[in-house]
């Protein structure tokens, strides 16, 4: 299906507001956190006042530039999560999820301020370091014994390590050699930062085993590839890996080209800074010291003692909420694309949230739930701005203007329409004239409109039609 993309026009399930005189500017409220969401423009939603229960979240930001608080924030998962073991959560299809298999790529211009993600990852990860650290001396000690011993003496064997936090440049046999070891002492999910998205490839095994790497990284797969030793077949490991990189938008696009309909794009969570103006400012970081590492400290330890089955019930119920938004947003776009995409979002938005609640002395509260809607929408939002006329297949490069989601059909029809008006309406837009009735049924069944058996004409309902006035939107900006 071929999908225009330039123009988009969304409205939410809860509350609808059409605007005076132009309809390219959408407004999401949520009618429970009354939470604004305009993610038609080229400027990201407004990440929500990190409030009760998101100290720790704060916390992690306060040594961060602020303009760079919102795309850090969903790099911060994949990093906190690969520091749980041996605890499972319950998604809403009833199935049981690790905080692993979390992939997260900030994608901004270079000198946009990229490189402070790698400054909180070593700050986050220091007891990683030291872990492997220990472990390192180990693998040196046992070099050291195969040395000396003769070729007609018997080798020791090599020391069960697990490293935690491997270097970015490792190769596809050592880590999934690690992945052994992790898997063989304690199930450890070993976390990555890649600064350049590139070093993807390396671990890997070549660019054509990222869709495969990645999907079995995410879903906690088998490595799918056995590794023969001395001692026999073995190397079959459970891959517990969370990875975080860093990219270009020249580099992200031409990374992930082949990959954004095979499952491996939606999998990645994205988080797109768009290019600042020329304020000639030079952003001001902080300094990680003792009393930030004592705070850290006390935060990473709650993630330590995390153990066992659990099921965060407001979590799942917003994630319910949140999917059947993502529904109607599909169908009033008929976009498969964005349905796909946000299936994958939801998940991802889910295990943080998963976190959070962990983070937090396992409770659960209402700015959680506000920080774990913006992160679906931020998710999408950013594949928009990146691979939005990829998506489309429609241009060869792309431009700020031509950064837009997938279009409202229902906004360019009349308040009355024909059958005859929305196929016209689809064939010019590239879609197929098959999918009429379809859509129709779908837009009837979701109240967006009703049907007249005697005129034969489909109406927008009252509901559609008069969510509120744009002037309260005016005066709630």
């Known amino acids: 299906m071929k999908i225009n993309w330039k123009n988009w026009n969304w ?16 407004y999401f409220l949520n009618d429970k956190t009354n939470m604004k969401y305009d993610i038609s423009k080229t400027t990201a939603p407004t990440m929500p006042k990190l409030g009760r229960g998101l100290e ?23 990093i906190l999560g690969a520091h749980v073991s041996g605890a499972e959560f319950m998604y809403p299809d009833l199935s049981w999820k690790e905080p692993s298999g979390m992939l997260a790529n900030l994608v901004a211009d270079s000198g946009a301020g990229k490189g402070q993600l790698s400054s909180i990852v070593e700050a986050v990860c220091r007891d990683f370091r030291a872990h492997d650290d220990e472990e390192l001396a180990k693998l040196v000690e046992w070099q050291k014994m195969m040395k000396t011993k003769s070729a007609n003496k018997e080798k020791p064997a090599r020391p069960d390590v697990a490293f935690w936090f491997p270097p970015a440049d490792v190769t596809n046999a050592a880590f999934i050699q690690n992945a052994m070891g992790c898997e063989k002492l304690g199930q450890r999910t070993q976390y990555l930062n890649m600064p350049e998205v590139e070093m993807a490839d390396r671990v890997c095994g070549g660019h054509r085993q990222i869709s495969q790497m990645m999907r079995n990284i995410y879903d906690r797969q088998r490595a799918g590839a ?23 938008p020249f580099a992200a696009r031409k990374f992930y080209k082949n990959e954004l309909f095979n499952g491996t794009f939606g999998r990645m969570v994205f988080s797109y800074k768009p290019r600042q103006g020329r304020d000639g400012r030079i952003p001001r970081q902080g300094k990680y010291g003792d009393d930030f590492y004592k705070k850290l400290d006390e935060y990473l330890a709650r993630l330590a003692i995390c153990k066992g089955r659990f099921i ?24 498969d694309i964005l349905w796909d995409i946000s299936k994958r979002a939801l998940v991802s938005a889910w295990k943080a ?25 931020h998710d999408i939002w950013s594949k928009m701005q990146v691979f939005a006329d990829m998506l489309g ?38 879609k197929t004239k098959e999918g009429t009735n379809n859509q129709l049924r779908k837009w009837v069944f979701r109240k967006f409109i009703v049907h007249s058996a005697q005129t034969g004409l489909y109406s927008k309902t009252q509901e559609y039609l008069h969510g509120v006035t744009s002037d309260n939107i005016t005066k709630n900006k």
Request: hydrophobic share 40%; proline share 6%.
């Open 393 to 430: 297949q429609d241009e060869s490069s792309v431009s700020e203007a031509g950064r837009r989601g997938p279009k409202n059909l229902l906004d360019d029809l009349p308040d009355s329409f024909n059958e005859a008006q929305l196929e016209a309406l689809r064939i010019s837009l590239g």
């Open 56 to 78: 720790s979240v704060a916390l992690l930001l306060s040594q961060v530039s602020k303009d760079m608080h919102q795309p850090i924030v969903p790099m911060l998962f994949p």
């Open 11 to 26: 409205k939410n399930r809860h509350t609808l507001f059409p605007l005076k005189g132009s309809l390219s500017k959408v």
């Open 312 to 335: 965060i019930k407001p979590l799942n119920r917003l994630i319910d909420q949140l999917a059947a938004d993502m529904a109607s947003l599909a169908d009033l776009a008929d976009d």
């Open 353 to 377: 949230g998963c976190l959070l609640w962990a983070l937090n002395n396992q409770t659960w509260t209402k700015p959680m739930s506000s920080l774990v809607e913006w992160l679906v929408y």
């Open 226 to 248: 056995l590794r023969a030793t001395a001692d026999g077949v073995t190397g079959n490991p459970v891959l517990r890996a969370n990875i975080t990189i860093s990219s270009t």
